[in-house]
């Protein structure tokens, strides 16, 4: 099932996952922390150093350095205009030794191979390292959703959906929202599949769907719910009082909006955010939901009459005790992270430290917590929506909250302790914790054939 320059046979295994990134596809936004920014590489780099500090086998780390299976597809569409515009996309299984693979689907302009890829081994440590058991997948179409019509994005999504099921299902692989797809891509997703199966009704095939189609109430929030927990956590720890406290934001999307409601009704001032459009702040702490009414209207943070404009180069130097990257990946990198003044990093995006940014915030002394730990409520309500799905019976508010809370309390704590006991990074920690499972599951289930 490997793609057009998939690893198979393209040189030693793990030197690169399946494609390259097409020219001219390079990361949205061109702006200076992405240019360079090579996510197959950061993450390979994670692995290794995981695998070394967990001291798993050499056979292991090996079959953890290349996907499992990467499939790139072209995704013809008709448009509105009556003119074909074909697209490229992928699905990828990075690891599914833990149970199917799981991950979202990305509508983005930038996306290419790698990228994706990238993405899928983060799920792999991420569904390890809260104990779920899933594997890590990733998908999505490079495309700019925001220049496509309802009907267009919905013909775009069917087609992919049609293009890439033979890797879906409720045992084998259930996408989810991400980074500009919803509750409505994810309907649309799960009546495609439905069709081809002659009209099954297979609610565990994707999660973030919408409550009339078997979806979950928390669900939308509990991305933003879990970084709300994972900043208690890491506050409580450092002795740094909550209420009060400063925070910077970047990204004003799925989940930085609930986050920055959740962080100013826990009593924290929201001092400065960024998007896509630009940025604003206000020392004296920004409303919220006159802010979401704004971005509702502007579609960004950007002219928002209650704060002042800032530079977006210079949102990370905004003085502050916390930082949260909820936006793209390789936001952070170097001199983002010397010119950063928080003392805390709480990564809500995926992949939004580049390694050299990590290795300047190391020096300094900023506490990272890592990706796969503190963005993990999403893929943990996926797991219990998933779960609804496969028992037909939906739990309540109460016990999926109180649910959240604790796989987020036990898996912030089980982090914190490895790090202790290592005398390294959260990221590093985590890394070890998560390839630690994943090498167990390996182990007992032995090679086939
Ligand atoms: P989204 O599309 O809803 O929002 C993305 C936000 O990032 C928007 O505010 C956008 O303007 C901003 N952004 C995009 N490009 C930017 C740039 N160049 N500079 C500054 N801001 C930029 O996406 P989302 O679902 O909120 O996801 C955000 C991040 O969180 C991604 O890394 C995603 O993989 C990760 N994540 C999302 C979920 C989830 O539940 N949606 C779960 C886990 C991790």
Not at 24 to 36: D, I, L, N
Not at 270 to 285: F, K, N, P, Y
Request: glycine share 14%; charged share 20%.
């Amino acid at each position: 099932m490997s793609a057009p320059g998939s690893p198979a046979g393209s040189g030693p295994a793990g030197d690169g996952p399946a494609g390259k990134a097409a020219a001219g596809s390079g990361p949205a936004g061109g702006e200076p922390a992405r240019a360079a920014y090579d996510p197959w590489a950061a993450i390979l780099g994670r692995i290794d150093d995981a695998a070394a500090l967990a001291g798993i086998s050499a056979d292991v780390h090996r079959m953890l350095r290349v996907p499992e299976r990467v499939l790139e597809v072209a995704v013809p569409v008709r448009m509105d205009d009556g003119r074909v515009e074909v697209f490229t996309g992928w699905r990828v299984h990075h690891d599914t030794t833990r149970g199917p693979a799981k991950g979202g689907v990305r509508f983005h302009p930038g996306l290419n191979a790698p990228e994706v890829s990238a993405l899928a081994a983060d799920m792999t440590l991420k569904t390890a390292v809260v104990g779920i058991p899933f594997g890590g997948g990733k998908g999505g179409v490079r495309c700019d959703p925001s220049s496509l019509s309802s009907g267009e994005l919905e013909r775009l999504t069917r087609r992919y959906t049609f293009e890439v099921a033979s890797m879906l299902g409720p045992d084998r692989d259930v996408p989810a929202p991400d980074v500009n797809t919803d509750e409505r891509v994810m309907a649309w997703i799960l009546d495609t599949i439905d069709m081809l199966h002659g009209g099954r009704s297979m609610p565990g095939v994707v999660t973030g769907k919408p409550l009339s189609v078997g979806g979950m109430r928390l669900h939308a929030g509990a991305t933003a719910s879990g970084v709300l927990r994972c900043v208690r956590a890491v506050f409580s720890e450092l002795g740094i009082p909550l209420a009060g406290s400063r925070a910077v934001l970047q990204g004003f999307g799925k989940v930085g909006a609930p986050l920055a409601f959740l962080m100013s009704s826990g009593g924290m001032r929201l001092v400065a955010v960024g998007d896509a459009g630009g940025a604003v702040e206000s020392a004296g702490g920004i409303d919220v939901g006159l802010l979401a009414d704004h971005v509702r209207r502007a579609g960004t943070v950007a002219g928002f009459s209650g704060a002042h404009p800032l530079d977006p180069a210079d949102l990370w130097s905004v003085p502050a005790e916390v930082a949260v990257p909820a936006a793209l990946e390789g936001a952070l990198d170097a001199p983002q992270a010397l010119s950063l003044q928080a003392k805390v990093v709480v990564e809500a995006a995926n992949g939004p430290t580049t390694p050299a940014g990590d290795s300047v915030l190391a020096d300094r002394g900023v506490t990272v917590v890592p990706d796969i730990l503190a963005n993990a409520g999403g893929v943990t309500a996926s797991y219990f929506e998933w779960a609804q799905g496969r028992q037909g019976y939906p739990w309540g508010e109460d016990l999926v909250a109180s649910r959240l809370a604790g796989n987020m309390e036990e898996a912030f704590g089980g982090v914190w302790a490895k790090a202790a006991s290592l005398g390294v990074s959260m990221r590093r920690a985590a890394g070890a914790l998560a390839l630690e499972r994943v090498a167990e599951a390996m182990e007992v289930r032995g090679l086939f054939p």
